[in-house]
């Protein structure tokens, strides 16, 4: 009795294989690593959504070239072991044509030597420069580098006549890439550090590295940290303390829950941001507007939370890939890498790109508005 | 002499089975996730020694693991020395730091390693997220090349398999050895009662310092072979909960079971990838079946499999239980 049951599970294998084989010629399989769950998780859950919502979108509309784009995501946990056995299967066992992701700069580090040997493009989710310079062949980045954001608050300093600034950054990955760009770029633009606090992520007080900052002559304060990783503590310690100096926030605070965790101590405070947070306010001429406004609708129709700058990375991920499969009417990976290095003005949520084998960022310091808080909203400085 | 053999002959057995186990799967994909179970396994196996024989806990063995990575990575990196030597400074570095950590910490009596080696996790953690300059700071360490040994480029991740699963063997074999030597009885008879081995002329800091010592060691082989593996090293992999998930496995496997360490190492490392399917009830499954595990199967997964085997012996006498 035991053979025929053995033919039997042979057969069902053999009609499995055949099943799968050959539905695969008219789906496009995009892969996606996002830090779903774990301390990253403000960003891929966003991310994650976002890139649900576009294979909907896209699918609804017909697909990619006429073939229906499917969209494998994980979650890497914010973890880099398991980004690294997410982009090896990705990689080995579902072929995708290209990958999406991680949500986080380690992640992304640890993952691209992975995509340079498999050529199969990546474009990466996560803010930190060092993943895009110097250049790798197969590797490109969707959000505003530290560089562009430090550069933006710099210019603004100097439009205020502001020389003197202490920084207060927070020690993981984000908030150390900024205090990097901070003190290589304020000497060159003739702005002085007058003191370099850190605090930790975890810290539910800053009241000490702030204290210390007040004893200092700083017309100013930087800090570079996220929401969720103390940039709300920051701006409420500073009110408690009753310092004056205006408070310079990352674009990594451009969400809702700062406002909601900072409260009144949020107010005034400025920032570099996409427009993404500001689409109502952005004017109506600029070219971004009319996908901003989509994006934000949809994105809050469905998943009835308001939206995010890192939703607005992976948007702009997903679509910069299915750009490049129809500008390239192909989608061979190294195609696709190819005809993304030949993207041009393509309109996206944190800004227009324009790519080049140089510059696998795409985006310039135009990417940012300055942005406030007031009556607990974003709006523009004028 | 009997014992040796049968050790010797298990080794051989598990040695066969590890690697027959990528040409079962077919696809390579999961050659690194193997790969990255039998690195925690070599630690899971030397907190075993720690836990399950000398009945000491440690809550920093992510840190020993770390500090390993981190030096062989730094040193072959930034200082080009040579990789066989760079890995040998890994290990020694875990080791002498636990030799520092533990005599004035083993000479105490109670969970004093523990707290210590809590504290210590941490100081390690903040090290290698603070010193920007030196290990890269929180975005992480790259361009580590991978593990070449006179000559021979483990290039291929399956490669790279075969060599871990080797050194995981040496490692299980020397285990076993050591538990079944004058120093293993010493250290049975100190987990038993402290005065009654002291009494019997034991010298208990001496031993527990040892096999501390013994498990740091385990702790920066792993170390040094995941980094050479992986070639990125982060702190995020080495934080506080890494070495609760260590200690996890080592209790779910099985106290004071060598082979328990091993299953109970792989168990959790891919358990999460099966679960994978279930997408968002990922995490509650997950804890569920921690639970289960721990309330049924209280002597751990090694110590279930030992009850079966015995409850079935007098049925039926041969072995069809066996995997």
Same mark, same amino acid.
């Given at each position: 009795m035991k053979k025929p049951a053995r033919y039997l599970f042979l057969a069902i294998a053999v009609v499995c294989l055949s099943i799968t084989s050959a539905g695969a010629d008219d789906v496009i399989k995009i892969g996606a690593i996002f =830090?779903?769950?774990?301390?990253?998780s403000p960003l891929g859950e966003a991310e994650k959504n976002t890139a649900l919502l576009l294979q909907e979108q896209i699918n609804a509309k017909g697909g990619v070239m006429g073939k229906k784009l499917e969209i494998i995501i994980y979650d890497d946990e914010s973890s880099v072991d398991k980004a690294v056995s997410a982009a090896d299967k990705l990689l080995k !066992? *579902?072929? /995708?044509v290209a990958v999406v992701g991680p949500s986080t700069t380690p992640n992304t580090l640890a993952i691209e030597a992975k995509f340079e040997a498999a050529a199969v493009p990546l474009v990466s989710?996560?803010?930190?420069? !060092?993943? /895009?310079v110097p250049v790798k062949k197969w590797v490109f980045k969707t959000p505003q580098s530290d560089r562009l954001a430090v550069a933006r608050i710099l210019s603004h300093l100097k439009s205020r006549k502001i020389s003197k600034i202490a920084i207060i950054t927070v020690s993981d990955a984000y908030g150390q890439g900024g205090r990097e760009m901070l003190k290589a770029l304020a000497p060159k633009a003739g702005i002085e550090l007058t003191a370099d606090e850190v605090y930790s992520p !975890? *810290?539910?007080?800053m009241t000490v590295q702030l204290t210390k900052i007040k004893s200092t002559n700083a017309k100013a304060i930087v800090s570079w940290g996220t929401p969720q990783t103390g940039s709300a503590i920051v701006a409420k310690n500073r009110a408690q303390l009753g310092m004056s100096v205006p408070l310079y926030l990352s674009?990594? /605070?451009?969400?809702r829950k700062f406002i909601e965790l900072a409260? =009144?101590?949020?107010?005034g405070i400025l920032l570099p941001a996409g427009r993404l947070i500001v689409a109502d306010e /952005?004017?109506? !001429?600029?070219?971004?507007k009319a996908l901003l406004t989509k994006y934000v609708k949809d994105y809050e129709t469905k998943f009835k939370s308001p939206v995010s700058t890192f939703g607005g990375h992976a948007w702009d991920a997903v679509m910069l890939v299915v750009k490049a499969i129809e500008l390239g009417k192909s989608d061979k990976p190294a195609d696709i890498r190819a005809n993304l290095e030949k993207i041009k003005g393509f309109v996206g949520t944190a800004g227009v790109f324009n790519f080049s084998p140089e510059e696998h960022?795409?985006?310039?310091? =135009?990417?940012f508005e300055m942005v406030t808080i007031q009556k607990g909203d974003w709006k523009i400085v004028k | 002499m009997y014992g040796f053999k049968r050790d010797m002959l298990a080794v051989l057995g598990f040695t066969f089975f590890l690697l027959i186990i990528p040409r079962i799967l077919g696809?390579?994909?999961y050659i690194n996730t193997l790969t990255l179970s039998l690195t925690h396994a070599i630690i899971a196996v030397g907190l075993n020694l720690l836990m399950?024989?000398?009945g000491q806990v440690s809550l920093g063995h992510a840190a020993f693991y770390g500090l390993a990575a981190y030096t062989s990575a730094i040193l072959t990196?930034?200082?080009?020395?040579?990789l066989p030597l760079g890995m040998m400074s890994g290990i020694l570095v875990s080791g002498v730091v636990a030799l520092l950590i533990g005599i004035p910490t083993l000479k105490?009596?109670?969970?004093y390693l523990a707290m210590a080696t809590l504290g210590f996790g941490v100081i390690v953690y903040i090290f290698f997220n603070e010193t920007i300059e030196l290990t890269?700071?929180?975005?992480g360490f790259g361009g580590i090349s991978r593990l070449q040994v006179m000559g021979y480029r483990f290039a291929s991740d399956i490669s790279y398999y075969y060599l871990v699963a080797f050194v995981l063997a040496g490692v299980v074999l020397l285990s076993l050895n050591l538990i079944h030597s004058r120093i293993g009885r010493a250290l049975r008879a100190i987990h038993t009662s402290e005065t009654a081995s002291q009494i019997s002329g034991i010298d208990i800091a001496k031993y527990k310092v040892f096999v501390f010592v013994l498990s740091a060691l385990f702790a920066g082989v792993a170390g040094v072979l995941y980094v050479h593996n992986i070639a990125f090293v982060a702190p995020g992999s080495f934080g506080f909960n890494f070495s609760i998930e260590l200690v996890t496995m080592v209790v779910l496997g099985g106290m004071a079971n060598v082979w328990g360490a091993v299953i109970g190492a792989c168990f959790l490392s891919i358990l999460p990838e099966f679960l994978?399917?279930?997408?968002?009830i990922e995490i509650v499954l997950y804890g569920a079946i921690l639970i289960v595990f721990t309330i049924f199967l209280p002597e751990g997964i090694a110590g279930g499999i030992t009850k079966l085997f015995l409850m079935m012996k007098p049925k039926r006498s041969d072995a069809a239980g066996k995997e």
């Open positions: =830090s779903a769950t774990g301390p990253a !066992k *579902d072929n /995708v989710c996560a803010a930190g420069e !060092k993943i /895009v !975890k *810290d539910t007080d674009h990594g /605070v451009a969400a409260g =009144s101590a949020g107010e /952005v004017p109506a !001429k600029n070219p971004q960022n795409g985006l310039n310091e =135009s990417a | 696809n390579d994909y399950g024989y000398a990196t930034t200082y080009s020395v040579p105490l009596k109670g969970h890269g700071g929180p975005s994978r399917v279930f997408e968002n």
